[in-house]
């Protein structure tokens, strides 16, 4: 900015004079730049909310588009016996059930051993279902060793120890090895051969007094140097008093077609069996149209403010071409007829979605009930359409959506364009300080001059004025 002595030679205001001109410059600039961020800023934000609406309304309809959501199943009769869970394979149906056994660990315990007690040598080789692994003792040893070893290694070859805890309990008789399986059921029944350095592997002294094997047939043949605590033992339920299921684990999944079943406490003699029943479950189509109609009516309400004329002030996208657009192709969409594959075809106001005068919608649920209760394969087949090529109304209805909410859909698209012209503004702004700065300097520049041309003037006349004054016969006029 030009520096100004102002009025030391003309006596005018010159800062005052300046700012006057670049005001009058910068006024009606800033104020129509402001007038079109404004307007670009409420353009942005209507079209903003009015994707919005149509994506919460995409959503409400994707629902009904999902194959999972049809024909489920409920089942009850979950008690404190059992607890079930069932999916769309089950048919609908009632069954007793009744848990005769709950699935059990093996679980061994080892005679008594003194605390510093050489347990004996060689190899010991524990196996539970598909898992077995071999440790080797040495003459010292201990029980506790032999407890460090099962939990934590070292294994010969590439074994490794995934069935089978180890701990200690001591008892006024000493130390006891306690085994447990880490699975339940017969399967996971835990067997221990050994290989005694005594020349004796099934004895009662050295490393074969914890041998435990029952796996032959002949009981004669059994060791059983260790007590068994608890014996591996599988779940069993009884279905409508005859037909009995048995379990590894408390679970029994699809021994009903599509129904699981997993035993929780047994039921004594005096106990009523559990009563299962299972029956269709189909709300998810009442759900889903009661969601998209709630979305489609805040839609309609948002269309109605945005779009309005009239003696009480237009709304920000009145007139609005797009606007216009997506709501005639949705009321358009929405009164469209599905083929069937019997021949028939079914539409939203068949099932019940209905409009009023003003284009809100309500669903009248008897009508629903009544199309769902004669055929809902046909009323999946309407949505979802009756193969993977062909899809149903929950596809095109998608698709239509997707044509103004992607991210290179057309409302996103006119975001985008107001978006880049209001960017634009700030350049402007940027631009037209530079020229105010500018014209600003020239004016300073300007008006200095002049103030220094009048000065030197002032100076001139002054000098003038008094040599006239001190000529020979020039007489001062007196006032």
Same mark, same amino acid.
């Given at each position: ?11 005018? %205001? ?31 934000? !209507? ?12 959503? /409400?309809?994707?629902?009904?588009? $999902? ?7 409920? =089942? ?13 394979? +089950?048919? &609908? ?9 709950? !699935? ?6 080892? &005679?008594?051993? +003194? %605390? ?9 080789? =524990? ?76 004895? +009662? ?6 041998? #435990? ?42 021994? =009903? ?12 003699? $005096? ?47 009145? @007139? ?31 099932? @019940? ?26 009323? *999946? ?12 109304? +929950? *596809? ?7 044509? #103004?909410?992607? /991210? ?21 702004? =940027? ?14 520049? *300007? ?19 008094? *040599? ?12």
């Amino acid at each position: 900015m030009a520096i100004s002595f102002n009025g030391l030679g003309s006596g005018l %205001a010159v800062s005052d004079i300046v700012d006057a001109l670049v005001n009058a410059e910068r006024t009606p600039f800033t104020s129509r730049l402001n007038k079109r961020e404004a307007t670009l800023t409420t353009d942005i934000s !209507a079209a903003g909310a009015l994707k919005s609406a149509l994506e919460k309304l995409q959503t /409400s309809m994707e629902a009904l588009g $999902d194959v999972e959501n049809y024909q489920r199943r409920s =089942i009850s009769g979950g008690d404190d016996f059992l607890s079930v869970e069932s999916d769309k394979d +089950a048919q &609908p149906g009632g069954y007793n059930v009744k848990v005769d056994a709950l !699935a059990q660990a093996h679980k061994l315990s080892s &005679p008594a051993f +003194a %605390a510093d007690e050489p347990i004996g040598s060689g190899v010991i080789t =524990i196996s539970s279902g598909e898992n077995s692994f071999s440790t080797v003792l040495s003459p010292t040893n201990t029980l506790e060793d032999l407890r460090d070893q099962i939990n934590n290694g070292p294994f010969t070859g590439t074994d490794s120890n995934d069935s089978v805890t180890a701990t200690i309990v001591t008892t006024d008789a000493g130390q006891h090895l306690v085994l447990t399986s880490k699975e339940t059921g017969e399967e996971n029944a835990i067997s221990i051969t050994v290989q005694d350095n005594d020349g004796n592997n099934t004895d +009662a002294g050295g490393l074969s007094r914890l041998a #435990y094997d029952v796996s032959d047939a002949d009981p004669a043949n059994h060791v059983t140097n260790l007590t068994e605590v608890d014996a591996a033992q599988n779940a069993q339920i009884t279905i409508d008093g005859t037909l009995t299921v048995t379990s590894n684990t408390n679970e029994f999944k699809n021994v =009903i077609d599509g129904v699981d079943i997993t035993a929780k406490k047994v039921h004594d003699a $005096d106990d009523d069996d559990s009563s299962l029943k299972v029956t269709e479950n189909n709300s998810n189509i009442k759900a889903g149209l009661n969601s998209f109609i709630e979305s489609y009516n805040e839609l309609l309400e948002l269309s109605k403010n945005l779009g309005r004329s009239g003696e009480d002030g237009a709304g920000v996208m009145a @007139g609005d071409s797009m606007l216009r657009g997506v709501m005639s192709k949705l009321r358009q969409q929405l009164t469209n007829e599905v083929g069937l594959s019997d021949g028939s075809s079914l539409s939203l106001s068949k099932l @019940g979605v209905e409009a009023d005068r003003y284009g809100k919608l309500t669903l009248d649920t008897e009508r629903l009930d009544e199309q769902v209760k004669a055929d809902v394969d046909l009323v *999946q087949e309407f949505f979802l359409g009756d193969n993977e090529d062909e899809g149903g109304f +929950a *596809q095109s209805f998608d698709e239509l959506m997707s044509f #103004y909410t992607d /991210s290179d859909g057309i409302v996103q698209n006119r975001i985008d364009s107001k978006q880049t012209q209001l960017d634009g503004l700030d350049d402007e702004r =940027i631009d037209f300080a530079r020229k105010m700065e500018s014209l600003e300097s020239r004016l300073y520049a *300007q008006y200095n001059s002049m103030d220094l041309l009048v000065a030197q003037l002032n100076s001139t006349s002054s000098y003038v004025q008094a *040599q006239l004054d001190n000529m020979p016969g020039v007489v001062k006029k007196s006032n």
